[in-house]
T-cell receptor, first 112, second 111 residues
Framework: DAGVIQSPRHEVTEMGQEVTLRCKPISGHNSLFWYRQTMMRGLELLIY????????DSGMPEDRFSAKMPNASFSTLKIQPSEPRDSAVYFC??????????FGSGTRLTVV | GQQLNQSPQSMFIQEGEDVSMNCTSS?????WLWYKQDPGEGPVLLIA?????ELTSNGRLTAQFGITRKDSFLNISASIPSDVGIYFC???????????FGGGTRLMVKP
């Protein structure tokens, strides 16, 4: 089992550019979560999907953020346009109905 | 909504010392989980607790699910440099419910 796979590991982009983060959950897991981690705010849940359907996106900070899960094995988190305050580590996690989450290694985003 | 208070926020200890950290909640959880995040990586599950009063060990780690179901603690005995990282508690109300995470305890170990 390769675990939750995120790409890219690092992303540096200029303010105003579009950024797309990618996640491949563990096969068989039916829930997928996107988190943002900063020193100031810790781990923040942005959105989660259950069976590919977005259930709760109340943590998405603004309309600049959007997430999709077109199938059970792939999800994207897009920021358009990006701003310096979006700089953070973004984690994807997946789980089955019972039990804890398995996290990916994260994408460190720097917007300059 | 539910909130988890995790303490201490950070600890700086000498190698070989024991460590204790805890989480308290304003409401009950039916599952408590403890994660560790190594620098540059995502959190990894250390221990899961499913029953009030349960005490579970994993090597040098011991965690307990509080009787009131509103708290949990994690102990690390004889700390070593590789214990460095951020430890998160998380509570879950029931299967299929989301996890609520604590703010994390940043552990630093001096060799």
């Amino acid at each position: 089992d390769a675990g939750v796979i995120q790409s890219p590991r690092h992303e540096v982009t200029e303010m105003g550019q579009e950024v797309t983060l990618r996640c491949k959950p563990i096969s068989g897991h039916n829930s997928l979560f996107w988190y943002r981690q900063t020193m100031m705010r810790g781990l923040e849940l942005l959105i989660y999907f259950n069976n590919n359907v977005p259930i709760d996106d109340s943590g998405m900070p603004e309309d600049r953020f959007s997430a999709k899960m077109p199938n059970a094995s792939f999800s994207t988190l897009k920021i358009q346009p990006s701003e310096p305050r979006d700089s953070a580590v973004y984690f994807c996690a997946s789980s089955f109905t019972e039990g804890g989450y398995t996290f990916g290694s994260g994408t460190r985003l720097t917007v300059v | 909504g539910q909130q988890l208070n995790q303490s201490p926020q950070s600890m700086f200890i000498q190698e070989g010392e024991d460590v204790s950290m805890n989480c308290t909640s304003s409401s009950i959880f039916n599952t408590w989980l403890w994660y560790k995040q190594d620098p540059g990586e995502g959190p990894v599950l250390l221990i899961a607790l499913y029953k009030a009063g349960e005490l579970t060990s994993n090597g040098r780690l011991t965690a307990q699910f509080g009787i009131t179901r509103k708290d949990s603690f994690l102990n690390i005995s004889a700390s070593i440099p590789s214990d460095v990282g951020i430890y998160f508690c998380a509570g879950q109300l029931g299967a299929g419910n989301m996890l609520t995470f604590g703010g994390g305890t940043r552990l630093m170990v001096k060799p």
